[in-house]
Structure formats: C-alpha cells, structure tokens
C-alpha cells in the first residue's frame, strides 16, 4: 500500500506497472566488478493483497542459454525481461538483491527504489537467489 494522490491509501501497483529487481552475483568480478542481474516483471498484487506478486527469474531456462552479458526477454508463463552484465565463463551460483524498484513507465509518478541500507532494514539478513 502507498498513499495516493489524494492522500488516501491505495495498491502500489495501481500507480506503478513495473517491478525492477537488481542482484549481485558471487564470485568472480571482470574489472573489479561483480556480475549483475536485472529482473523485470509485472507488478500484480499477491493473492493476500497485503503485497506485491512474486516475479518470477526463470532459472532453468537462463541456465540453458550460454553464458553472456545481455538482454533475455522471457513470454511463457510469468513474462520477464533479464539483463545481465559483468558476467564471465559461467552463470554464478548466488545473486544477492541489491535494490527494488517500482517504475511507472507512463512518467505520471515518480519511480520508487529500496536500496541496499533499506534491504537490511526491512529484510534484516540478506535476499539470496540459488541458481
């Protein structure tokens, strides 16, 4: 939930269509610099609605394309867009989230982003992701 326009309370995914997810993968770094994975999804309210909807990182299918920095651009099932870049000879096994975002691609809202610090607050141990 986030206050609208008028003040009163209403579904974040009412405002913002969009859900970023941005992790850091363990393990080896090209350039002092670890390999990162963006997740696009949806944004859809759970079923509980006291939340947002899972989105989905389709592992099985990213394991089975080769291993290249890119865009992957995912339609069956849960739709996903992927970009992954800083990767090397293989995808890593651990991605930590590093950030949140909820984007409103229309341009009428401002984009809202969690960040690390945020993370640990709310989370208080880290969100990992096992491929």
Known sequence: MIKGTDGQKEFACQQYSTVILQFEG?????????????????CEISSDINSIA??????????????????????????????????????????QLRSVKLIDPTGAHAEVAIQTPELHEILRKPFLVNF
């Open 54 to 95: 899972a989105v989905w990182i389709p592992v099985s299918k990213i394991i089975g394309e080769p291993v290249a920095d890119g865009e992957f651009d995912f339609r069956e099932g849960k739709p996903a867009k992927l970009k992954f870049s800083n990767v090397s000879d293989q995808w890593p096994k651990l991605w």
């Open 26 to 42: 363990e393990g080896v770094a090209i350039a002092g610099e670890l390999p990162k994975m963006e997740v696009e999804g949806k």
